[in-house]
């Protein structure tokens, strides 16, 4: 585990985003990526009777409805030990198979970072 600040500005800014969303809607995880000119789309975890999405999937449809063509890197922070397969998917769907996904815990500790492939 690593503190976040071995990661570099922008990507510490997606951590604090996920871990500020996380807080403020007390839902179980918070997550954040950031498109191909830099814009930010933070969520949490969506739990509808009819309707139920990660924070992870949720922040990538926000960015998708907002025009986003890519993804430069996405955050989640979760008490989960991995990132899930369908996160990493609607990662790589967007963008691509070597955008970095990062996992924090609650107090932004980086748990683990690896390509979306």
Do not use: C, F, H
Request: charged share 20%; no cysteine; hydrophobic share 45%.
């Amino acid at each position: 585990m690593t503190d976040t600040t071995d990661l570099g500005p922008e990507d510490r800014k997606i951590v604090t985003l996920a871990r500020s969303v996380r807080a403020r809607n007390g839902v179980p995880e918070g997550a954040a990526v950031r498109d191909e000119t830099g814009r930010t789309y933070a969520a949490g975890t969506v739990a509808l009777d009819s309707l139920k999405l990660s924070a992870l999937q949720t922040a990538v449809a926000m960015a998708v409805a907002s025009g986003a063509t890519s993804l430069e890197a996405a955050a989640v922070v979760s008490e989960a030990g991995t990132v899930s397969d369908a996160d990493r998917a609607a990662v790589r769907d967007l963008g691509g198979p070597q955008t970095p996904v990062l996992l924090a815990g609650a107090d932004g500790t980086l748990r683990s970072a690896a390509a979306a492939g």
